[in-house]
């Protein structure tokens, strides 16, 4: 009885795992050169990263500090850890590490009079947190993303 030609076979099944590994790794790949175009190392990489979520920044009020994320997230640090999965980056993978600061006053922030900030975590041309926030006691605090 001869084979037929549609059976799954040991070979067919290794070629597609290899097919979906590759696509796979490109999807990687992709995903991290186009974190790495950002230029977040650079103030107009900054500017042009904030622009493209929106917002507008006056770059004369950058304010910049290297930081220690801690080696443990607790509480106000942890619950800042979950608004920063929701935009897809995680302080957790960076526990113990340091990073650049960059703080702007965003000038676009609709329908306040409150001092708006934007502030950036980066690591190399790699954003690993971010966030925007008002300065006043009854301030807010939310991810880059407009709300």
């Not at 009079?113 to 966030?131: E, F, K, S």
């Not at 807010?140 to 407009?146: E, R, Y």
Request: with cysteine; aromatic share 6%.
């Amino acid at each position: 009885m001869a084979k037929s030609s549609h059976s799954f076979t040991k070979k067919k099944a290794l070629s597609l795992v290899l097919i979906l590994a590759l696509i796979l790794v490109i999807l990687i790949l992709l995903r991290s050169c186009s974190q790495a175009r950002l230029h977040l190392s650079t103030a107009e990489g900054r500017a042009d990263f904030l622009a493209s979520l929106g917002w507008e920044i006056d770059p004369d009020s950058e304010e910049y500090k290297r930081v220690l994320i801690p080696d443990k997230l607790e509480g106000a640090l942890d619950d800042y850890n979950k608004m920063q999965l929701e935009q897809e980056c995680d302080l957790s993978r960076h526990l113990g590490e340091r990073c650049d600061q960059y703080t702007y006053q965003i000038t676009n922030y609709p329908n306040t009079d409150q001092t708006v900030l934007v502030t950036l975590y980066v690591q190399g041309d790699r954003l690993i947190a971010g966030d925007i926030h008002s300065t006043a006691l009854n301030g807010f605090m939310h991810g880059l993303k407009a709300q």
